[in-house]
């Protein structure tokens, strides 16, 4: 089963609202999770790496306060994207890795997409 | 001289061929490599993994080849199905330590029967 959760799955919003996005890690702790963005037949792109109890830490590029990041747990990160734009529509992809911090335990959510209209 | 494969951003193979699908990586610094599976509307699937300090890694119907004089990768997968049909990535670990993954250009394998 899933190790890693990933919701709503799909959301539709307005144009100027903000929606919010949950990361879980179902049976583990994370302390460490990434958030991904990823278009329309295009590769996932790193927006920012969400570590627990502290700032995230934004790729160059990524708005840190339009992409809002919360890591308060061992086993939620949330994303929140504020005031939305259709530009934003993209399927967003969380991962996380269990407590041996290693990449062979690196597990992907099922992603969200989010359309703006 | 020796080749290197192109990246080809669609595969088209027959059921029961051997498919290769190839992959160039950025950071000569880069230690560890993944490829990633993903069906639509779905996260990446773990296929197989190789460290830096190899050139060759076997799984079951798949091998990953890497090249470091030429930041190269490459998938093969044997006696292809129609259930291996999919966008396949190839991701490269950043950092010494972490594991923030950063993914190549992916690849759609059809399969058709």
């Known amino acids: 089963g899933a190790v890693v959760s990933q919701h709503p799955s799909r959301v539709i919003c307005k144009s100027g609202t903000s929606v919010k996005i949950e990361c879980r890690s179902l049976d583990f702790q994370a302390t460490t999770m990434f958030w991904y963005r990823q278009f329309p037949k295009q590769s996932l792109m790193l927006m920012a790496t969400s570590n627990e109890g502290s700032k995230a830490t934004y790729e160059q590029g990524v708005e840190k306060d339009k992409f809002l990041i919360n890591h308060a747990s061992l086993t939620l990160s949330t994303l929140t994207v504020t005031s939305a734009h259709p530009e934003d529509s993209s399927f967003y992809i969380c991962?996380?890795?269990?407590?041996?911090?290693?990449?062979?335990?690196?597990?992907f959510g099922n992603g969200t997409r989010l359309t703006v209209t | 001289g020796e080749s290197v494969g192109l990246h080809l951003p669609t595969l088209s193979v027959q059921e029961g061929d051997n498919s290769i699908i190839n992959c160039a990586y950025s950071n000569s610094a880069s230690d560890y490599f993944i490829w990633y599976k993903q069906e639509s509307g779905k996260g990446p699937q773990f296929i197989i993994d190789i460290r830096s300090n190899m050139d060759k890694r076997q799984g079951q119907r798949v091998t990953v080849l890497l090249n470091k004089t030429v930041k190269h990768l490459s998938l093969q997968i044997a006696a292809t199905q129609p259930g291996d049909s999919a966008v396949y990535f190839c991701?490269?670990?950043?950092?010494?330590?972490?594991?923030?993954?950063?993914f190549g250009k992916g690849t759609t394998l059809s399969v058709s029967s």
């Open positions: 991701a490269e670990r950043r950092y010494q330590a972490g594991t923030a993954l950063i």
């Open positions: 991962s996380a890795s269990g407590a041996s911090g290693s990449v062979a335990t690196l597990h």
